[in-house]
């Protein structure tokens, strides 16, 4: 059987990429919109490459988005090696960016894969450039409220997450068509609680359904399909199952 269906109307990719892509093309929201298309001519900037960068890159990749840049400047330790299952022991004391892209890379030969340092006051006007979508993956405050302000600034969707213990977060930031802009102060005005899995601890699997999550947002928002949680947030508790979709309160 072959594995691309020949009644499909489908888009002008080449063969490989239309055998590799087969599955995602037999679901017809994603067909009708052009969203391989969309999502090959895409650039993506994925800061962090941990519990929540590794699901979002490696499911990124597989998907076919056109570039993706890795930024992270830490290294792979022991304790990060039950949830952060991108990494192996091998890896232990190397860059996790430069980990992170190799592996990503191996997943698919056709998309342009990159590394780098971690996102700081300097470099985010520069890393911003030429980039469609943001991807916050990282774990403290200060990272958080200078990517959300930078893509508030340069009108950049920012697709946001965040594990903690047993409980996870998922909100998409950027315009909204009431003329307003959903940010992370929205959810956050000021910092609160434990930061990092490293302060607060956290169950291997909730870090990994945040960032799968977090990947479904970027192919929605990319391939134009969907709703996306642009000025909603998504909230789940592991240990009872329970998850919610809030509303934000968003500022101008």
């Known amino acids: ?20 892509y087969s599955r995602p093309l037999l679901v017809p929201e994603w067909l009708d919109a052009g969203a391989q298309e969309r999502l090959k001519a895409a650039s993506v900037l994925l800061v ?45 004391g190397r860059g996790k960016a430069e980990v992170l892209a190799a592996r990503a890379q191996q997943v698919n030969p056709f998309v342009r894969v990159s590394a780098g340092p971690h996102v700081d006051a300097e470099n985010v006007t520069a890393l911003l450039r030429n980039v469609d979508l943001v991807i916050d993956a990282t774990d403290n405050f200060g990272s958080r409220y200078l990517l959300s302000d930078a893509c508030a600034a340069a009108d950049l969707p920012c697709v946001w997450g965040a594990a903690s213990g047993t409980s996870g977060l998922v909100s998409v930031f950027g315009r909204l068509s009431s003329g307003g802009h959903a940010r992370l102060r929205d959810v956050f005005p000021e910092p609160t609680g434990a930061e990092s899995c490293e302060e607060a601890g956290v169950l291997g699997p909730v870090p990994n359904i945040v960032g799968s999550l977090m990947a479904l947002e ?9 709703e996306p949680l642009l000025g909603r947030l998504w909230t789940f508790e592991a240990l009872t199952g329970r998850s919610r979709i809030l509303a934000l309160q968003t500022g101008q």
């Open 1 to 20: 059987m072959s594995d691309v269906p020949p009644l499909l109307p489908l888009p002008r990719l080449p063969r490989a990429e239309l055998r590799r």
């Open 218 to 226: 970027a192919l929605k928002v990319l391939g134009g399909v969907g």
């Open 48 to 92: 962090g490459a941990g519990g929540l960068g590794g699901p979002v890159a490696l499911q990124l990749a597989g998907a076919g988005v056109g570039r993706l840049h890795l930024a992270d400047g830490d290294t792979v330790e022991v304790s990060n090696l039950h949830r952060q299952t991108q990494f192996g022991m091998a890896d232990v």
